[in-house]
């Protein structure tokens, strides 16, 4: 049966993606390799592993997995601290890194922790990604002017490096740079001109003429593949490993994570995060075996992707199989790219991040400003992964204090109806006799269970007429050992007291546990209120039949 216009159409589409992207990706894999201090057939190698192992079993049609600049700055950070400057090592253990990060991978996905990126919050990772940048920028300067290599990724040492080191910079290295990089910036306003092929090009033309006044270029990429199992580390390397291994994981997969849910939501498709962390663990365990860069989606490759016409995953295989062919045919022309052309690329690419705008809704919202701007202090003060360390460290510590800290509403009835609001809030609400509504405006657990029962035993001490207190638990999804002995303490202290105990807008599996904890006065009568009014309700009518017996 032949194939319909439409599917021929996308077919169509698909391959003049994937051919337009290949010869951006290319480069861009050689320079992300010099970011991470690896030979340039590493990321050459992870572009192809990672461009067909998505292609084949990824979910996002768009998605372009290839080594990214944030995890190449990882990578260096990384050899640096377990390998120091021996390029030899640094490459075994690179490898080692790249193999444990997606055997990680692996784990999360098998455990199904597709929700694992949102341990980086997207505050710590825009202000994660705008230090990087600069950090990035930095390390190309270099490369970009002829000046000394720097080393290092705290930010103050190198432009103390930077400054002191003036003198020696190459005028015609720092001219093609400075070219290419306007140049770039040029072909940016101008729709569907191929920037960096433009550049690339050029560069390639002029190489013989700069090469002969002192410039660098990419030179010799030997795509000979060492089959041999990683070099494992050594006896005290291995946590160490394992932590850097962590930190890939957690990057990449919130850089994919985040690039592959935007296109997914812009287009209408489906996201799979767990399928999506075995096809990068896959793509990772075998870029460790060969040798490659560690992979994710990048947001400027799947964006290219996009902009290019892609349609399906098909993009990706014609631009895996393209890679493959200009390795095999243009390899002696890639290895003739200025290095200061190849670093003008990566300063243009990371120029995106440097945009404040990514910022401002942080400030008109007045919320999680101070945690971006902990970000781009740690990463720019703290080095590469030292600084997104402390960052997720520093936004988890800001959620544990929000969530600790004791607060707990007091709730009437607003305007003789159902709803039941918060009195602080709302003076005119009134609170029925005898009865007392509390609310935890936090989930009850172990760092804030106490407390918050302590305030609620310090209102119930200010109602001398009261015979019934009502908990609302919506905010609790469910409760810890902790929560639950708490509460036990509480119910058996109003038991004491001879004041009831009835718990409103339980969760099934909430109720459920309260229901196998048996605890004092929380009957299954008392756990079935579905609402404040029904427990509200059931409270009035307890304490009429009791002052009718009274009687």
């Known amino acids: 049966m032949s194939a ?122 825009r202000g994660y990604t705008f230090g990087l940048a600069i950090v990035i920028a930095l390390k190309q300067l270099p490369h970009l ?33 400075v070219l290419a990089l306007a140049l770039l910036f040029v072909c940016e306003r101008i729709p569907r001109l191929p920037g960096s092929l433009l550049v690339i090009a050029l560069g390639v033309i002029a190489s013989g003429w700069l090469q002969a006044r002192g410039v660098p270029l990419t030179g010799a990429i030997n795509l000979h593949m060492d089959l041999g199992m990683p070099t494992w580390p050594a006896s005290g390397q291995w946590m160490p490993s394992v932590e850097l291994a962590a930190a890939l994981l957690l990057i990449l997969y919130a850089e994919s994570y985040s690039s592959i849910r935007g296109f997914a939501l812009k287009h209408n498709d489906p996201v799979e995060p767990n399928r999506d962390l075995l096809v990068l663990g896959l793509a990772n365990v075998l870029c460790g075996l060969l040798h490659g860069m560690p992979v994710g989606a990048g947001y400027s490759g799947t964006s290219a992707n996009e902009a290019a016409g892609a349609r399906s995953r098909l993009a990706g295989l014609i631009a895996g199989a393209s890679v493959l062919l200009m390795v095999l045919l243009l390899l002696r022309w890639i290895e003739r790219i200025p290095l200061a052309v190849l670093a003008a690329i990566v300063i243009h690419a990371v120029s995106k991040s440097w945009r404040l705008s990514v910022f401002r809704p942080y400030l008109q919202w007045k919320r999680d400003r101070l945690l971006a701007l902990a970000a781009v202090v740690a990463v720019l003060s703290l080095g590469i992964l030292n600084g997104l360390l402390v960052a997720i460290a520093f936004s988890l510590i800001l959620l544990l204090r929000q969530l600790a800290v004791a607060r707990l509403s007091v709730l009437g009835r607003l305007a003789n109806g ?114 404040v009014e029904d427990a509200v309700s059931a409270s009035t009518a307890a304490l009429s039949s009791t002052g009718n017996q009274a009687q």
């Open 4 to 125: 319909t216009p439409a599917s021929s159409s996308a077919r169509v589409a698909d391959v003049l993606a994937g051919l337009a992207i290949a010869g951006l990706l290319v480069p861009e894999a050689v320079a992300y390799s010099g970011i991470a201090g690896m030979p340039p057939q590493a990321g050459v190698i992870a572009l192809f592993i990672g461009l067909i192992c998505y292609g084949l079993l990824g979910r996002s049609r768009f998605a372009i997995v290839s080594s990214t600049s944030s995890s190449a700055a990882v990578l260096a950070a990384g050899t640096i601290a377990l390998a120091g400057g021996s390029m030899a090592a640094r490459v075994a253990i690179a490898a080692t890194l790249v193999l444990f990060g997606g055997i990680c991978f692996l784990i999360a996905g098998f455990a199904r922790l597709g929700g694992l990126s949102h341990l980086i919050a997207r505050p710590v990772l």
């Open 418 to 531: 159902h709803d039941f609001v918060d009195i602080a809030q709302h003076p005119d609400a009134v609170q029925p006799p005898g009865i007392l509504i509390l609310r935890p405006e936090e989930p009850l657990f172990f760092a804030n269970a106490e407390s918050v029962l302590a305030l609620a035993r310090q209102q119930v001490e200010q109602r001398a007429d009261l015979k019934q207190v009502v908990l609302s638990l919506e905010e609790s999804p469910d409760l810890d050992g902790t929560a639950l002995e708490s509460l036990s303490d509480f119910s058996s202290w109003l038991q004491s007291r001879s004041v009831g105990l009835r718990v409103a807008r339980l969760k099934d599996d909430t109720r459920a546990l309260l229901l196998r904890a048996a605890l004092p006065q929380l009957s299954p009568q008392a756990l079935n209120n579905w609402s």
């Open 145 to 177: 002017g002829g000046w000394p290599e720097l080393h290092g990724d705290f930010v103050p040492l190198l432009i103390k490096d930077l400054v002191q080191t003036s003198n020696q910079v190459q005028v015609v290295t720092l001219g093609a740079g």
